[in-house]
């Protein structure tokens, strides 16, 4: 690194977050730059005076850094495989190459610079009104506006990396580790709850790392060490660093990005700590590079050790311009002077300036930044005296200056509490909002709760953090409330100057003016969000951290109400952009298992997923996957086989109202439903689709036992739930599914089996015929048995409680020994409801699936008075079938087709296979198909395209392949 590198950097104990004994050299816009670890690209940049970093949207004027903390679009930069990245964010490595964006031609010699003399000629919402007709144009218009706008370039040829989540849980989670946040972690960690402190930077102690909070400059320093040390410290807290909280939802759900990994957060309470956006002042050309924020210059200073330029003039709305100033003479800047919106300072801060021999301009403000022809750089500032709310006075005074910091007040990071359904109220006397109406369980600390002097803060974290801990505990609330000193106002009311040439920039990522915001509601647009949505202002990267406060303030002025009463733009998830890899990542994916699992697995089943459940596949040697399916299927035909169908949805009904529930809810007739008998039900919703199916029995007048399908039970049980809120019935229902548990004893010696176990119920075909439903005692255990046939044999399905589930398989399995019962799978078992030509619902059916497609007509109760999607189904069947599901066989030596593979009707596509299999029952390759109506009678014949482009020829046959007549089950 060259002498002249080296001295353009702050000596120590300057530059905390970068290692001097590292040099990094990358390159930006085709030039090298070096710089040390720990640098972001902006930093290592402005190090080098290198300030023009990006152009901007819609006018292309040169942009450099605002924020220096990821919170604006100035900094929107392109490497080589991501677009839109934020240089004040992302750390350099060695050969990492940078380009600038939204530029035509060079970066600093844009062709398209010249925009902006034509801004009079692009007014607010002018796309809305000229590129609307003629009819169609805007498919002319549209490639070049893109093309102007600029934007990244994504590299198509990217590979995807790996991103997952992973849950947490915590008594406490507290948002932003500033001061309020550490000491918010500390107070409630104290008080025995677990803590999960999240924090967006690398470091720990927010402002504290870069602010000043008194006149020697001591204080943020001894109490960052204090707290970090006392936070890294604790055995009750869990620290994030670099994560993003990017969102609040219900119960305190938080999504949490760090790096490529998404942390979905459940939380007892929440404490948001989040802090405030330091606000910019508005006025003619206050994007220039150069004009940057007062908070980002002290960043700069004490994180990076840049050394911001030759002469400084500072332009506040609080007494922390005064603080920065001294912080700037401190590190052996120029601070030319010190303008103050308001008329009169704290007078020690003043003093403290005037000893610095700093030029103080009271009641003023900078009215225009200066700039050359390039407008690379400010290069001075007009100030002027303020003469009432936002206009200024004739006497001119010019200042020469190379950097321009400006902090007119504080906003409070509000986006997660508004989206918890937080209010803001505006304070007219303080000029600043305040939140209210937070759901429970969610608490704010320090700024954000309108809290700034340092011991405030500190005392405000430590009673909310109590509250938290002790309601995330079980204990009693805190009783003393902290005793608050007396603060300055940090905000100051009206921070606006409008300039007869324009060019003072509300929004910086859209390019909006003051006359824009005006214009806008001139033209009608009073409402705050359709000024947003005319205008576009809030709406880019930075989604109005800076915009949203002068936007309500010029609309309240506008339209003659109170900042109040237009509040600001709605705040929505996510808070910072969030990939879409970090959504489509691999998740955690949970399972559950049946009472009977570990059985399984000492049978050797091959364990499936079903739904959220492992079921057994089949059982034997994986190598031999046909063979065992085979030989199961086999079993259960000729002697008996048993199954574990625990899985299945269980729904308690009872009420004098369950059978007219059930009635409305279900396409079948329930009214009428002797006790003890069941009946296959269907459920269609409100479009006339079929959505689930299952049986539902009766076991008394007032109680109903229903089952649901493995993986739609919750969608049935939340839709049963809504639709009795709807209708006031007097029902109870209950989701029973993990309290029973269940297996299916089925083939033609399960009677024989049965009579082994259960005494008490006659099991003879005339006592108990199919369909039928008893309750009864298998060895003292209470037991559900239903007569049901899914796989085609005569066969009982118990539920009993699931706690007895290995004790019930065991005493089952050693009652049929004698007859050779074998456990058999999943697999074997879709292959048996296949032979009899059984559907399976969102395999064999899908979202536009209706009954008289599927052959459930004969389910379809016409002559209830009413059902869920009755009239639907109605205009459905009087309309011609467009496709229908069919039986279809194949002779084996063909090429077996799998599910989703295509049904052809000449070269069109006609259909597909929902389900396939070899039989052994049958020596044929069997399946259930969509086709077009034209080929739907048996006998037809159609083409499937299977693997590599080949066709196979299937026939239509008459359901069900197996036992027609229904023999083998109602013996």
Known sequence: MSQSQTLQRLPLPYGSLIDRQTTIEFEFDQQKITGFAGDSIASALLAQQRWVMSRSFKYHRPRAPLTMAGQDANTLIQLPHEANVLADTIEISNNLMVSGQNFSGSLLKDSNASLGKFSKFMPVGFYYRSF??????????????????????????????????????????????????????????????????????????????????????????????????????????????????NAWFTDHYLPVIQGKRMYKVRAKQCVVASGSFDQPAVFRNNDLPGVILTSAAQRLIKLYAVKLGQRIVILTGNDDGYYAALDFIEAGLNVAALVDLRVTATNKHLQQTVQQKIQCYMGSTVYEALHDKSMHRVTGVEIRNIVSEGQVGSDVKKLDCDVLCMSSGYMPVYQLLCQAGGKLSYDEQKAEFSISGLPHGLHVAGSVNGVHHIENV???????????????????????????????????????????????????????????????????????????????????????????????????????????????????????????????????????????????????????????????????????????????????????????????????????????????????????????????????????????????????????????????????????????????????????????????????????????????????????????????????IPVRILRVGFVGELGYEIHFPARYGEFMWDKLMEAGKPFNMQPFGV??????????????????????????????????????????????????????????????????????????????????????????????????????????????????????????????????????????????QEV
């Open 132 to 245: 609307f007709k003629p009819k169609g144009v805007w498919k002319l218009w549209e490639p070049l506006i893109r093309k102007k706008a600029g934007l990244g370039v994504v590299d198509l040829n990217f590979q995807p990396e790996y991103y997952d989540k992973v849950y947490l849980f915590t008594d406490v989670a507290v948002i932003g580790a500033g001061p309020a946040g550490l000491q918010a972690a500390l107070s409630a960690a104290n008080d025995g709850a677990k803590v999960l402190l999240i924090e967006q930077e690398k470091i720990l102690g927010g402002s504290l790392n870069y602010a000043r909070f008194d006149l020697a400059g001591k204080k943020a320093a001894e109490l960052r060490t204090k707290l970090v040390s006392a936070v890294e410290q604790h055995s009750n807290i869990t620290v994030m660093k670099q994560a993003v909280c």
């Open 458 to 780: 500190l005392s405000d974290a430590h009673y909310t953090a109590q509250l938290a801990a002790a309601q995330a505990l079980g204990q009693a609330a805190p009783q003393d409330h902290p005793v608050m000193l007396s603060e300055a106002a940090v905000n100051f009311p009206w921070p606006i100057f409008e300039h007869p040439k324009g060019k003072e920039f509300v929004d910086y990522d859209e390019d909006l003016q003051i006359r824009d915001i005006v214009n806008a509601t001139k033209c009608g647009y009073r409402d705050v969000q359709l000024v947003k949505r005319f205008s576009t202002v809030g709406m880019g990267p930075s989604q109005g951290r800076h915009s949203a406060l002068p936007t309500a303030r010029l609309v309240a002025k506008s339209t003659q109400r109170s900042i109040s009463e237009t509040g600001v733009t709605t705040a929505r998830p996510p808070f910072t952009v969030e990939k879409l890899a970090h959504v489509a990542g691999r998740g955690f994916d949970p399972y559950r298992q049946t009472a009977m699992h570990s059985r399984h697995l000492e049978a050797g089943a091959k364990m499936m997923p079903a739904g959220n459940w492992q079921r057994p596949a089949f059982y034997g040697n994986p190598d031999e996957r046909l063979k065992n399916i085979a030989n199961e299927v086999n079993n259960v035909r000729q002697n008996v086989g048993i199954i574990d169908v625990s899985t299945l949805g269980g729904l308690d009904v009872r009420g004098p109202d369950s059978a007219e529930f059930l009635n409305r809810l279900y396409t079948f007739g329930f009214t009428k439903l002797p006790i003890g008998k069941t009946r296959y039900a269907v459920m269609a919703n409100e479009h006339g689709v079929v959505i689930d199916d299952g049986v539902a029995g009766r076991l008394s007048e007032n109680h109903f036992y229903v089952t649901a399908t493995t993986s739609g039970v919750d969608r049935i049980y939340q839709q049963m739930l809504k639709w009795n809120v709807q209708w006031h019935l007097n029902v109870d229902i209950t989701n029973v599914t993990t309290a029973l548990a269940a297996v299916n004893i089925a083939g033609p010696k399960s009677r024989e089996v049965m009579k082994q176990v259960c005494h008490d119920v006659d099991l003879s075909n005339e006592a108990f015929p199919y369909l039928g439903l008893r309750e009864g005692m298998i060895y003292g």
């Open 827 to 968: 697999e074997s078992q879709r292959l048996l409801r296949l032979e009899k030509g059984h559907i399976i619902i969102s395999q064999d059916t899908d979202g536009m699936t209706h009954p008289q497609e599927v052959d459930l007509g004969w389910a379809v109760a016409r002559n209830k008075p009413w059902f869920v999607g009755k009239r639907s189904i109605a205009i459905l069947e009087t309309q011609p079938l467009k496709r229908k599901l069919v039986s279809f066989v194949l002779d084996k030596s063909q090429e077996q087709p799998l599910e989703g593979h295509i049904v052809l009707d000449g070269e069109n596509i006609s259909g597909n296979v929902t389900s396939c299999e070899y039989s052994p029952t049958l020596d044929k390759i069997i399946g259930l198909a969509y086709v077009g109506i034209k080929q739907s009678e048996v006998g037809q014949q159609f083409q499937i395209r299977v693997e590599k482009g080949a066709t196979v020829l299937a026939t239509v046959v008459k359901a069900p392949f197996y036992d027609p007549q229904n023999q083998r």
